[in-house]
């Protein structure tokens, strides 16, 4: 059974600070998405990362992916309210014929102005 | 080009009823995922369904299931309701297997 532990699950900082959001596993993924999901809405794809040591930058906003393709991390710099929201990574297993979206169970963030 | 819609958007049911929930894919889209998402749970994988077929399965209870129609809407219907089957219900379509645009979602509460 493939894993993926995200860290924290709840954090709430001052507009301004900086923060990071782990996803973690024993399990090596094809690639890992990292989501955000504000109330009452879907999650909606920020960015995927597919090759190990991968980094990726959305503005604000840096990706990584672990070396060994197990772990990545999200790093928001200077963070706003507009970044308030549900933070979720999935891993991309495939094996075979067979394809999951294996999900962290989520980091609620809250950006206090 | 619309996102994916999913009917009704609130639900409240009693123990032991069935319930169906619908999902419109993006047109094109032919893939379609079912989600349970609970607080501290996140999201947990129901099953997918390509061309009508059903492709994958998470580990839900046999009352849980789903089918595709020939245009890729799909629904999902779950019998014998129980007090632990409320949760937000998440459809996602997809054109390939690499992003999941998901619909609004259906919130279940069962009494």
């Known amino acids: 059974t493939q894993l993926l532990e995200q860290s924290p699950q709840f954090l709430s900082i001052q507009e301004g600070e900086n923060l990071t959001v782990y996803c973690n596993s024993s399990s090596v993924f094809s690639s890992l998405q990292w989501y955000r999901q504000e109330p009452g809405e879907g999650p909606v794809l920020l960015v995927t990362v597919v090759t190990g040591g991968e980094v990726k930058k959305l503005k604000r906003l840096t990706f990584q992916f672990g070396d060994a393709r197990k772990d990545s991390s999200l790093h928001i710099t200077a963070a706003q309210p507009g970044d308030t929201g549900l933070y979720l990574c999935a891993g991309v297993w495939a094996e075979d014929s067979n394809y999951q979206l294996i999900w962290g169970a989520g980091t609620k963030l809250i950006i206090k102005p | 080009k619309a996102g994916v819609t999913q009917t009704p958007r609130y639900l409240i049911k009693t123990r032991g009823q069935q319930v169906t929930l619908s999902c419109s894919p993006i047109s094109g889209h032919r893939s379609v995922s079912w989600y349970q998402q609970t607080p501290g749970q996140g999201l947990q994988f129901l099953f997918e369904?390509?061309?009508?077929?059903?492709?994958n399965k998470g580990n839900f209870p046999g009352r849980f299931s789903g089918r595709q129609f020939s245009n890729s809407r799909s629904e999902m219907n779950v019998s014998t309701l129980e007090l632990g089957d409320s949760a937000l219900y998440l459809c996602?379509?997809?054109?390939?297997?690499?992003?999941?645009?998901f619909g609004q979602g259906t919130r279940l509460t069962v009494v």
């Open positions: 996602a379509s997809s054109e390939s297997r690499s992003e999941a645009f």
């Open positions: 369904y390509f061309s009508e077929t059903q492709r």
